[in-house]
């Protein structure tokens, strides 16, 4: 099986924990704030990234790391496969609406699992 490289956005901790149980075995980068979340952008590639909404106070949204993919057309990451995982359902559809190839997929344990990456 092939290594794929993930980014996870996300800063719950039950949900990131989830994340490396399932996911941990291929690389894998988690940005629990939108800043940190751009640099990965900025700087790596991925096969998949799974983007959530809300990040905490002052550490902005997936609605933000959205709107910079969306202005950085030649960043090849626009090509990987986004999982939208938010429950909020007015940002999943901000975050739909600017990245219209991506899935929404409200974040659960069992859904997420079945995932064959």
Do not use: C
Not at 19 to 24: A, D, L, S, V
Not at 27 to 52: C, M, Q, T, V
Not at 104 to 114: A, G, H, N, R, W
């Amino acid at each position: 099986m092939d290594k794929m490289d993930i980014l996870v956005v996300e800063y719950i901790d039950s949900r990131v924990l989830f994340f490396i149980e399932r996911f941990g075995h291929h690389k894998l980068d988690i940005a629990d704030n939108a800043k940190l979340a751009i640099d990965y952008l900025e700087n790596e590639i991925y096969d998949y990234i799974f983007l959530g909404g809300e990040l905490g106070e002052g550490n902005g949204s997936g609605v933000d790391i959205a709107t910079f993919l969306v202005g950085a057309v030649s960043n090849p990451n626009n090509y990987a496969n986004i999982i939208i995982h938010s429950w909020n359902p007015i940002e999943a559809l901000q975050m739909v609406d600017l990245l219209p190839k991506a899935k929404y997929e409200p974040f659960s344990e069992k859904t997420l699992s079945v995932l064959d990456l």
